[in-house]
Structures are given as C-alpha cells and as structure tokens.
C-alpha cells in the first residue's frame, strides 16, 4: 500500500450507532490504516455499549464520554488520543458514512501528489462524497464573488483546490493541527469542519478533493422539492439541526479573523436557504423559530449544547 510507512489513525464519532453499519465502517478502517479510535457521544442512561461491539478488534479503542458533547469535542478527544499515539495523520469519519473499499490509499496517494509541489501547504484531503439516496454527487464549495461557487473534480482535473471540506472523510496531518489548532468546541455541531477549514485557511494551508476517493455519506434527513416552476430535490435538515447552522453562522460572521469573503458568500446562502424553508418547508413554524433563535443566540454568543 501507498501509506505502509505512515501512521493513520482513524478516529469515528458515535451517537447512538446502528449497530451494523458502524461495526462495518470500523472493520474497513482497521484494515486500512494504523488504529481506529472510538469516540462515542451517547448519553449514559442509554445503556448503550459500543466498546463490546469491538472487543475482539485487536486494533480498535472506544472512547466514552457518557453524554453528548458534541462532533467538535468528539473529534478533538479522537485527535488527542491520536497525538498521544505518535500519529502521522488522522483520518476523521462520522458513523454514518461509509467509504469506498480504496478511499484511504486514494487519498494518501492525493495527499503525496500534492506535497510534490513546494508551494502546496496541505491542510486536509477529502473524498467525493455521494449520496447514497440517489447515487448525486456533492459538490465542493469555493468561494467566489458573492456567492459560493461550486466545483467537483473530474478525470481531467482529479484534484481540486476547495474553500471547506466536510469532515467526514478528511485527511489530516497531525502537523497541521498542531500549527492551526482543533477543532472549536463552543460551536458543538454545524460549521465545526468549515470553521477549522477556513482557519488554516488563514495560516496558508490549504483544503482539497479527491476525484479517486469516494465516501457514501448522507446529507440531511430527507429530501426536499423546491422551486416554483423546475422543480429539484435538496437535502432537508431537522429544525434543531437548522438551528445549529444559523447560530453558528452568525456567530462566525462576528470572528474577524475569519475572511469577509466567506462571510458575503455564506450570507447569501443562508438567505437562499431561509426562502427555501419558508417557502416549502412543512412544519413551517418549527423552522422559522429555529431560524430565529438560532440568528439571535449567534449575535448574542450563546453557544453549546442547545438548552444548556
């Protein structure tokens, strides 16, 4: 394999796992790279045991944190297990996601590629990521004038140079975490992975996609149809999971170290996707309180775990 000399270590956030899919997404891992570790979110009183799924996986180590604190937390609970470790790289998954059977080796092998040009400061590689719903690829976003601009990479152009990647799926060196930071614990769910992407951004790092690496990965709860005469299906999001994503867009915009650019352009999505709700959203109510509340808590930086 491409990366027999470098220590990967997966790390796969849990929170009520199916029980299946997540033992199959851990046995990939533990044959594809160094060590998986386990950072399960599910609340204590859920009587839910991960660690005696991977008992007898001689290369796999759960960690729980007995309550839900959040993919941010999670995640930098996994990095620091991984650091501990003597790691190279972490390779960051979601439960849910379920890669291709060469995704690991493709990105590396992207990762190597990139690394042979001097000017090229790696921050993280992703894969493709396909919805498993109809077989659509995501595409990446890039930042343009005032509204994002979205791109995939192709054949002709496997690798390609993207504003944010999701975190599922990203490979990261250790060194780069070292230099631009973890993950921000305050802002729990939504934006975490775009946060961490636009601060390396800052420190001349940079995100990219992988055209030979593919994940199944899940967008949204649904879908939703949309549009007045063509009509097209998006992903639609739960009420609390909308929240999220307002309270912590809003909160970024104040950051100022974050680029105004990003800003303008995640602005201009956000109003696309309030329209959207609004106009073809069903439980419209619950929406627009999670649109308001999320918009007000962000302005005032109330921050965490919703309710708490």
Known sequence: MVFMDAHIVAVVVTFYPDEAAVTELVRYFSSAVTRVVVVDNTPLQANVDVAALFKDFSSVEVHALHDNKGIAT??????NIARAQGADYVLLSDQDSCPAEDMVPQLFAALKQLRLCAENKVAAVGPVYVD???GSVSPFARVGGFRYRFAAPSSAEPIIKVSALISSGSLIPLS????????????FIDLVDTEW???AGVAGYGCYGAYHARMVHPVGDELMRIGFFKKIDVPMHSPLRLYYQFRNAFYLYKDLSIPLAWKINDLVYRFGLFRAYLFFAPHKAKYLWSFASGFCNGLIGKMGRKGQ
């Not at 999670?74 to 990095?79: K, M």
């Not at 780069?176 to 614990?185: Q, T, Y």
């Open 176 to 187: 780069v975490l070292d230099a631009v930071g973890d993950m921000r614990e305050e802002l």
């Open 197 to 199: 992407c636009l601060r």
């Open 132 to 134: 498993g719903r109809d």
């Open 74 to 79: 999670a995640l930098n609970v996994g990095i």
